[in-house]
C-alpha cells in the first residue's frame, strides 16, 4: 500500500464531528458582528510580502521569523497571510473606501504562521476580527471592546478577562523609545540575542519578549505611562470613563505593548487562565499610522482579532458548545423501482421543505442494514418504503427517537405529514 500522507505539523483538518462548535463560534460571530453594523469583507489568503513588511514591521517574529513565504512562478515575493488587518487595509484603499468615510468590517478566516507548534498555538489557525476606520476616539474603542465582552456572554464563556493600557501618540513614544534604549543599553549583558538586535530597530518589541529569562529586567523597565502627553491621556480617561459606566470590568496593564508596531493609543487584550500558557484570546487596539504606511492618506483605525482555536477550547472546556446533531429524516427504500420513488419523494418534500435535513438511503441492503444507518445518521423519523407501501401507496414512518408507534401515511399526503410533524423546516 502507498504510504499514507500525513497533514503539515502545526495544521489540523477540522473534521465533521468537530464542525457543530465551529459554526456555533462563527455563527454567533456573524450575528453579533452584524448587530454592531459591520460588514463582512474577504480578502486573499496570499498577498505581497512587502504588504507584511511594511506593515507588520520588518523587524518583528512574524516578519523575521513566522512567514510563510515563497517565490511564485513569475519570481514575485507572496506570502501567507499571518494575520488580516494589512490586507483589510490595502483592500479598503485599493478599493477607494478609506477616504475619511467610516467603515465598520469585519472577517474570519485561516491565517498562517511558522511559529513552534503548541496547545492553542498552530500553524494555520483562524481569527476571527473587525476594523474600523475614519473613527479617531475612544468611542469606537469602547465599541470594540463591548462587542467583545457581548460575546463572551453569547457563548456563555466565564473568565475572561480585560486588561488594557495606552501607548500614546507617536510623539509619546518617539520619547519612550529614547528612555527604554537608555534603560536596555545599561543592561546589555541580560538581553538575549533578539533583544539586543531590536535595541537599534525596535526597542519597543524587547517589553513583548515571551524569553522567559528576560522578564525581570523587562518587570523593571520603564513604563510608557509615564511618558503620556495631555492629548493621549485625555483620550485614554475617556475609554475609561465609557467601560467604567456601561459595567466592564479591566486593569490597566502597563506592560502591555502588543506584538505588531503599527499600534497606538489604546491596546487591548482579553486573557484567560484557563486555557495555559496561551492565554490570549483576542487582541486589538488603535493602528492610525497603518493606512499612511501603506500608501493612504492619514486616517484613523481601530480593530481586533480572535483565536478561533482559543475560543473553541474554551467551548468545549467549559460545557458551552454545541452538541453535533444528526440529520431530521431518513428515507429507506427496497424493492422494484423503489429507488426512483424514493427520490421523487424526496425531491417534492425538499421542494416544500427547504431546511429539512433528509439523508436518502444509497447503496441498496437489506431493510434491517438500512434501519441500521438510519439510527447511527441520528435521524428522529425513518422513512420506509417498502415492497408492501409501494403495492399501498404508503410510507411507513417509524420515530427513532420515541416512543410513538409506528404509522402507515399515504405517499400523497406526506409533505403536509413531515411539515406537521417537523414543523415549517
Ligand atoms: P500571542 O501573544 O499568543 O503570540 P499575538 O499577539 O501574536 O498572540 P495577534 O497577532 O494579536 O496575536 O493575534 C490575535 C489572536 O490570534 C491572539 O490573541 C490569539 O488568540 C490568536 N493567535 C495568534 N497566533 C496564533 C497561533 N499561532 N495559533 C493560534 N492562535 C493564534
Ligand atoms: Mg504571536
Known amino acids: ?45 496570499v498577498e505581497k510580502t512587502a504588504l507584511f513588511a511594511r506593515s507588520i514591521g520588518a523587524v518583528t517574529d512574524i516578519v523575521e521569523k513566522e512567514m510563510y513565504s515563497f517565490e511564485d512562478r513569475n519570481g514575485d515575493s507572496l506570502s501567507l497571510r499571518p494575520e488580516n488587518t494589512a490586507s483589510v487595509v490595502r483592500a479598503g484603499l485599493q478599493a477607494g473606501m478609506l477616504q475619511d468615510q467610516q467603515h465598520r468590517m469585519w472577517y474570519c478566516g485561516p ?20 476594523e474600523t476606520f475614519s473613527i479617531a476616539g475612544a468611542d469606537i474603542e469602547a465599541e470594540l471592546i463591548l462587542m467583545a465582552a457581548r460575546f463572551w456572554k453569547r457563548l456563555g464563556l466565564d473568565e475572561i478577562d480585560l486588561q488594557i493600557n495606552s501607548l500614546g501618540s507617536s510623539e509619546c513614544r518617539r520619547r519612550f523609545r529614547g528612555i527604554l534604549v537608555d534603560y536596555f543599553r545599561d543592561h546589555t549583558a541580560a538581553l538575549d ?16 519578549s515571551k524569553n522567559p529569562d528576560m522578564q525581570a529586567l523587562i518587570e523593571a523597565a520603564p513604563v ?46 482579553w486573557v484567560t487562565e484557563t486555557l495555559g500558557a496561551q492565554g490570549t484570546v483576542c487582541g486589538g ?24 482555536e482559543r475560543l473553541v477550547s474554551m467551548l468545549l472546556d467549559q460545557g458551552k458548545a454545541r452538541e453535533a446533531d444528526g440529520c431530521d429524516v431518513y428515507l429507506l427504500m427496497r424493492g422494484a423501482n423503489s429507488v426512483a420513488l424514493a427520490q421523487q419523494l424526496a425531491e417534492a418534500m425538499r421542494d416544500h421543505m427547504p431546511r429539512l435535513r433528509l439523508v436518502v ?63 415549517s423546516n
Open 1 to 45: 500500500m502507498a504510504e499514507l500522507l500525513q497533514v503539515i505539523r502545526g495544521m489540523h483538518d477540522i473534521l465533521p464531528a468537530d464542525m457543530p462548535v465551529w459554526h456555533q463560534l462563527e455563527d454567533e460571530y456573524r450575528a453579533l458582528a452584524e448587530s454592531y453594523g459591520y460588514r463582512q469583507i474577504r480578502t486573499p489568503i
Open 111 to 130: 491565517m498562517f504562521r511558522h511559529e513552534r507548534p503548541q496547545k492553542g498555538r498552530y500553524r494555520q489557525f483562524h481569527q476571527l476580527g473587525a
Open 193 to 208: 540575542e533578539d533583544s539586543r538586535r531590536r535595541l537599534e530597530t525596535n526597542p519597543l518589541r524587547i517589553l513583548d
Open 224 to 269: 510608557l505611562g509615564d511618558s503620556l502627553d495631555q492629548e493621549s491621556r485625555d483620550h485614554f480617561d475617556e475609554l475609561t470613563d465609557i467601560l467604567d459606566k456601561t459595567g466592564v470590568p479591566y486593569q490597566v496593564n502597563q506592560r502591555l505593548v502588543r506584538g505588531l508596531d503599527y499600534y497606538c493609543h489604546t491596546v487591548f487584550e
Open 285 to 308: 487596539g488603535r493602528y492610525d499610522a497603518l493606512v499612511e504606511q501603506l500608501g493612504g492618506k492619514p486616517n484613523y483605525a481601530a480593530g481586533f482579532s480572535m483565536g478561533s
Open 361 to 423: 438511503h444509497a447503496g441498496g441492503g437489506s431493510l434491517k442494514s438500512q434501519m441500521r444507518k438510519a439510527d447511527k445518521s441520528g435521524a428522529r423519523i425513518a422513512l420506509i418504503l417498502g415492497e408492501a407501501e409501494i403495492e399501498a401507496g404508503t410510507v411507513a414512518l417509524k420515530f427513532l427517537r420515541e416512543d410513538r408507534p409506528q404509522a402507515e401515511i399515504l405517499q400523497s399526503e406526506i409533505i403536509t405529514c413531515m411539515a406537521s410533524l417537523l414543523g
